[in-house]
């Protein structure tokens, strides 16, 4: 049954992470039931799980559907995963081996040569880009632990990360931070590293009331 459960919950993470299923979408518990070919049971189980995660709200009569939060909640979430992003940062400052140097500098590169390229005509491409910048820097981490914590909040914000790079110069912005980020992890400066990657997150109300309105 647990394996069962599992499959559940890596089907709809996966879609989530695709951007398949958005915030406030209803989730069909047939649907699942078909997709993993298992009964009932282990799909209210996965549903439990994601809602004890935070990833799934329950409603009487809507249902189970992908949590969607209000104003007051992003920045309250924001807030939480800017600090998980920032000690990853400053860790990675220590821990990074040469091989993930390597690839931060190249995750860098690509995220300039994109923006520059193409600007805000292909976010979904920039938004991937983006993805592999910050999920380098938390391997850079070398602690599985705060990686899990990072993924389940980023999960809870990735359709609004999503948007924000449809928004004229907002991939130009990320890419720039993106290079002084990796600057002071590859310098080996923690506390500017942890800094660095904070204000990447710094996100006014103005910005997240827009964001949040986009998706829906």
Do not use: W
């Not at 189970?64 to 400052?93: K, M, W, Y």
Request: charged content about 20%; aromatic content about 6%; some cysteine.
């Amino acid at each position: 049954m647990a394996g069962q459960t599992d499959s559940v919950i890596a089907l709809i993470l996966s879609q989530i992470d695709a951007g398949v299923m958005l915030p406030g979408d209803a989730i069909s518990e047939k649907d699942l039931i078909d997709a993993c070919s298992v009964s009932r049971t282990p799909v209210r189980e996965a549903l439990i799980r994601l809602e004890t995660d935070g990833l799934v709200q329950r409603h009487a009569r809507k249902g189970a559907v992908i949590f969607r939060p209000d104003v007051e909640q992003f920045l309250t979430i924001l807030e939480v995963h800017a600090n998980l992003e920032s000690f990853a940062a400053g860790l990675a400052a220590k821990r990074i081996t040469p091989d993930i140097q390597t690839e931060l500098r190249a995750s860098v590169a690509a995220c300039a040569a994109h923006a520059e390229t193409h600007a805000s005509a292909d976010a979904a491409g920039y938004y991937q880009l983006n993805l592999q910048f910050h999920e380098i820097i938390v391997r850079a981490a070398c602690n599985d632990v705060l990686m899990e914590m990072v993924k389940t909040n980023a999960r809870k914000l990735m359709a609004y990360y999503r948007m924000r790079y449809l928004h004229p110069g907002a991939a130009q912005s990320s890419a720039k931070e993106h290079a002084e980020i990796a600057e002071h992890i590859l310098a080996r400066r923690s506390t500017e590293a942890a800094a660095a990657m904070a204000q990447h997150f710094n996100y006014d109300r103005h910005t997240v009331m827009d964001l949040i309105a986009s998706v829906g």
